[in-house]
């Protein structure tokens, strides 16, 4: 018999789910890729609740009238579900973006004294990092810069790991950080430009 995350995985569209406890689940998080149609992921997401006593009812999301779809390098989704054993009155379950708002671009430039990395928000500020030569080097001023803009002053994270995760035929980006509140990960589908993609990711562990 699958469990319920196996359940929830074998769902098209669906890119990861984490359940807070196998026993007795404080909560279920599902993340959606970006191409992924969230209303039929969300039924199908009812439909596997329900069969494991857990009844709530999945939100509409809250898009723009004319939002186009999101680009490539733009964040995946995540759905939050309520814990096991909620009812119906205990609200909707709504989809969000990750990390939706934030980062306008990553830019790698070369200088005399070695590589620079350049990460500007969508509000206009900007912060640069110099970064090691290859691509580690670069991923980590990158996720540096990235802090520096969520929360300037505080400890850098570690970049831990850096994993692309074939979905269909989609390529997500997937990061895991070490903060001073533990790990954290976060996601992104894969664009050409992959140092604005692992921003993204960033972001969206970090924001």
């Known amino acids: 018999m699958m469990s319920l995350r196996e359940e929830l995985l074998a769902i098209d569209g669906v890119i990861d789910a984490q359940v807070d406890d196998s026993d007795r689940p404080g909560g279920v998080k599902v993340r959606l890729g970006s191409g992924a149609d969230a209303d039929t992921v969300g039924s199908r997401v009812q439909?596997?609740?329900?069969?494991?006593?857990?009844?709530?009812?999945?939100?509409?999301?809250?898009?723009?009238?004319?939002?186009?779809?999101?680009?490539?390098g733009a964040p995946a989704s995540v759905v939050s579900l309520p814990a096991r054993g909620a009812t119906s009155a205990s609200g909707p379950v709504t989809l969000e973006a990750v990390g939706a708002a934030g980062l306008e671009s990553v830019s790698v430039s070369e200088h005399a004294s070695g590589l620079l990395v350049t990460v500007t928000a969508e509000d206009g500020r900007v912060s640069s990092r110099p970064a090691a030569s290859g691509d580690e080097g670069i991923a980590d001023a990158v996720v540096a810069a990235v802090a520096d803009l969520i929360a300037p002053g505080g400890p850098p994270p570690r970049l831990v790991a850096i994993d692309d995760v074939a979905m269909a035929d989609t390529t997500v980006v997937v990061v895991?950080?070490?903060?001073?509140?533990?790990?954290?990960?976060?996601?992104?589908?894969?664009?050409?430009?992959?140092?604005?993609?692992i921003g993204l990711a960033a972001w969206s562990a970090l924001a």
């Open 176 to 197: 895991v950080l070490s903060t001073a509140a533990g790990l954290v990960s976060g996601s992104a589908v894969a664009s050409p430009a992959r140092s604005r993609a």
């Open 47 to 72: 439909q596997v609740l329900a069969s494991h006593g857990l009844k709530s009812r999945v939100g509409p999301r809250h898009v723009e009238p004319g939002t186009p779809p999101p680009p490539p």
